[in-house]
């Protein structure tokens, strides 16, 4: 005969498990997954670079390695990883290795007829640098880009940059001289300048030239405030590089990065074209975000703001690009520690509220369901007494 203190607490812990579950997949948004890859083994992934479109070999002076071991240099797992996941495994980019040619570039692109209209990519996103006294040699940057089109990259002089996204340097070095800043929109291989009217914020800081500031970019939008400095040796349990993280810049940490894009969004410009991309970055260390911009398609280059930046309208449909560059002639000192590492690539259909961001993807807080587990075990086992 079963019991009748059982059966009621049965039905709480169903009731508990069904509510968490709902919780969860509110918490996700639900969202519609069109691809998702943990960059194990680079199945179905192509590239993009000065040496064409293979996988670079000891011939290129680019790099790609899919199910890069990055428990090595002591960088923890990735935010967004999920149970099954390859564990501390990602895509590593390296661009410019021997450090003697001013503006490589190397894109690891996946196509699909999915990317279409409007969805989101979301990329874990690690920038590693060497840092040494000087500077020289450590500003590279890293970028994820929505409808990279290999065959137009390969026809370009950015075979590393097409599309639209973003990208950003690791160190905060960057003057913004020749249009080279910490952190920049990218439409085609073009860096948007300031006065397009496409970034979230409309200074970058003081002494601001027409649209682009001449000084340290990690000054601006608050940045140090968002992003503090710490040890990098601390952030790496002693196996990386060492030195001090500078504040306002995103070296030596996850970076969720997230490309919003709408491929049928009129825009806020007069040419008529569709298109933009939201872009935001959050940082899993201090756990700050924020939004850098939204890429126009409408938006053409500015005859009258004294910069030439090459804007035109871009494609944003049928590929991602996830993309390492150095604009410089010098390398890192320690190569071991110039690179980018990607992990936990997610696209989903339609565009996630920005309350949503890292939640795309939540697994369940542990606490949660060794509850549900311990009552339902518990719930068992009267049950299995009273019988």
Request: aromatic residues 8%.
């Amino acid at each position: 005969m079963r019991s009748n203190i059982a059966r009621p607490l049965y039905v709480l812990v169903v009731s508990l498990a069904a509510a968490f579950a709902l919780g969860v997949a509110s918490q996700g948004h639900a969202q519609t997954v069109l691809f998702t890859d943990d960059l194990a083994s680079g199945g179905g992934w192509k590239y993009s670079h000065f040496g064409g479109t293979s996988l670079p070999d000891a011939s290129d002076i680019s790099r790609a390695d899919f199910g890069f071991d990055y428990s090595s240099l002591g960088i923890p797992e990735a935010p967004h990883s999920q149970p099954g996941d390859a564990i501390r495994r990602g895509l590593r980019l390296a661009a410019n290795v021997p450090g003697q040619f001013g503006g490589d570039q190397i894109a690891a692109v996946y196509e699909s007829t999915l990317f279409v209209g409007q969805y989101t990519v979301q990329v874990d996103v690690w920038m590693n640098w060497s840092p040494i006294a000087s500077g020289a040699g450590t500003t590279e940057h890293v970028g994820v880009l929505a409808g990279f089109d290999i065959a137009d990259a390969q026809s370009s002089f950015s075979p590393g940059l097409n599309g639209a996204g973003v990208l950003y340097a690791g160190d905060a070095d960057a003057s913004c001289s020749g249009n080279i800043c910490d952190i920049m929109l990218v439409k085609d291989g073009a860096r948007l300048d300031l006065a397009s009217g496409q970034y979230g914020e409309t200074s970058f800081g003081g002494g601001n030239q027409s649209g682009y500031n001449n000084t340290n970019s990690n000054a601006n939008l608050n940045l140090p405030s968002l992003f503090p400095s710490f040890s990098i040796a601390s952030a790496t349990g002693g196996l990386n590089a060492t030195g001090t993280q500078p504040a306002g810049a995103l070296g030596f940490q996850w970076v969720t990065v997230t490309l919003e894009v709408d491929a049928t969004d009129p825009g806020n410009g007069t040419n008529g074209q569709l298109g933009t991309v939201k872009v935001t970055l959050e940082s899993a260390r201090s756990g700050n975000s924020f939004v850098l911009g939204t890429i126009d398609n409408s938006i053409d280059q500015n005859p009258n703001d004294g910069i030439n930046t090459y804007e035109r309208p871009v494609n944003l449909e049928g590929g991602i690009g996830l993309a390492m560059t150095d604009f410089y002639n010098g390398g890192p000192a320690n190569p071991t520690f110039g690179f980018a590492l990607f992990d936990n690539v997610r696209v989903y259909q339609g565009l996630l509220s920005e309350e949503g961001l890292s939640q795309s993807l939540t697994v369940p807080e542990p606490n949660a369901l060794t509850l549900i587990a311990l009552l339902l075990s518990g719930c068992g086992i009267r049950r299995g007494k009273r019988s």
